[in-house]
């Protein structure tokens, strides 16, 4: 086995942990049945939840943990059920465990099947917080959610890692130096010579 085809299948690796590291942004899976970015408001009825914080981190999604503060904060909602576009939805996020509320959105019809709140600060300290949807549906049946027609449902997220890099960033580097390494090897005679000689020495 040569020395070009030991990278070329290394390269590979990275690509696969790579783009696997695009799932892991969404809970582990891109499927509704195991991803975990979503609120279920009814039984087998789902909406979609992606945060971005663009200004700080632009290229990176984000679900359950958010990693700074005082940053615009996008909070971004996909109805995944038709029906729900009729429907009165209310918005609202606090910090816990006090309760303290930081967005709110009056219930409304979001016709388009998407919601973008906009947190132009984002959220304020570090810690725990919680995202509540309320729903009004036009057929107004009581379960034990309900209180007077309303149906609340509610996803808990973090706020304030840091500036830690997380596993798609670090994939991302990787992959990329590592193909930068693998360019260099085809492309300077000098440091293929190296990198051969290396492998040579670690193989006897």
């Given amino acids: 086995m040569n020395t070009a085809?030991?990278?070329?299948?290394?390269?590979?690796?990275f690509l696969g942990l790579f783009f696997s590291?695009?799932?892991?942004?969404?809970?582990?899976?891109?499927?509704?049945?195991?991803?975990q970015c979503k609120f279920e408001l009814e039984p087998g009825h789902w909406i979609h939840y992606t945060a971005y914080q663009p200004v700080a981190y632009s290229a990176e999604e984000f679900c359950g943990s958010l990693p700074g503060v005082d940053t615009k904060t996008q909070l971004v909602f996909d109805y995944q059920d038709m029906k729900?576009?009729?429907?009165?939805?209310?918005?609202?996020?606090?910090k816990e465990p006090e309760g303290t509320r930081?967005?709110?959105?009056?219930?409304?019809?979001?016709?388009?099947?998407?919601?973008?709140?906009?947190?132009?600060?984002?959220?304020?300290?570090?810690?725990?917080?919680?995202?509540?949807i309320t729903l009004v549906p036009e057929d107004s049946k009581m379960d034990q959610r309900t209180t007077g027609g309303r149906l609340d449902a509610h996803m808990s997220f973090t706020a304030g890692a840091g500036q830690a890099?997380?596993?798609?960033?670090?994939?991302?580097y990787v992959f990329f130096a590592f193909a930068g390494l693998y360019v260099l090897?085809?492309?300077?005679?000098?440091?293929?010579?190296?990198?051969?000689?290396?492998?040579?020495?670690?193989?006897a």
Avoid: C
């Avoid at 729900?84 to 606090?94: A, D």
């Avoid at 709110?104 to 959220?123: I, M, T």
């Avoid at 492309?187 to 670690?202: C, M, Q, R």
């Fill in 21 to 35: 590291a695009a799932l892991w942004a969404h809970g582990g899976a891109a499927g509704t049945d195991t991803d």
């Fill in 102 to 132: 930081v967005f709110f959105l009056p219930a409304a019809q979001h016709k388009k099947g998407s919601v973008n709140l906009e947190l132009p600060n984002g959220v304020p300290d570090a810690g725990k917080y919680l995202i509540h």
């Fill in 185 to 203: 090897y085809l492309s300077h005679a000098g440091f293929k010579s190296k990198v051969d000689e290396a492998i040579a020495k670690l193989k």
């Fill in 5 to 13: 085809h030991i990278l070329r299948k290394g390269l590979l690796v």
């Fill in 84 to 94: 729900y576009r009729n429907m009165l939805v209310e918005f609202e996020v606090t």
């Fill in 165 to 172: 890099m997380n596993k798609n960033s670090m994939l991302l």
